[in-house]
């Protein structure tokens, strides 16, 4: 049939993980199992051999298959450098709330300074403009409950 893509596919969102991720552990195996083969081959080990590269062959069939459920899953290209470096992938997520929330804090220090500043240019302009900040002040009331 058709590839089915995650709108029609009945997985839950980490089942199609589950599923590639562990077709790629099979694969891995069987590759690393080839390899021990391979490197002391004995000509008895030609079935074994075959069985395993066919066995590879599968499991390759198996990730082009589960290709159809993940194309839609966007990867940051920071979390390829992490991996790339050694690093947890996962500590890309924390990195980056971390980042969000230093960024939250400073945003919020200043959006404080602003009603600060606000405040007491609102306090300085009445003592030089009182009938003009009276007149402000009414229509920010009435703003406020529209």
Request: aromatic content about 6%.
């Amino acid at each position: 049939g058709k590839p089915s893509k995650m709108a029609d596919d009945n997985r839950a969102p980490d089942e199609r993980f589950d599923l590639l991720g562990q077709t790629i552990e099979q694969f891995v195996e069987t590759t690393r199992q080839i390899g021990i083969i391979v490197s002391d081959f004995q000509p008895g080990s030609q079935g074994v051999l075959n069985q395993k590269i066919n066995a590879m062959i599968d499991n390759m069939r198996e990730i082009e298959k589960c290709k159809a459920h993940v194309q839609d899953v966007e990867v940051p290209l920071e979390v390829f450098e992490y991996i790339d470096q050694g690093r947890n992938p996962q500590l890309y997520t924390k990195d980056c709330i971390e980042k969000a929330l230093e960024k939250n804090q400073q945003v919020n220090g200043k959006i404080d300074a602003y009603k600060n500043f606000k405040s007491l240019l609102v306090d300085e302009l009445s003592k030089h403009f009182p009938k003009e900040i009276d007149e402000y002040q009414k229509i920010k009331e009435r703003q406020s409950k529209t």
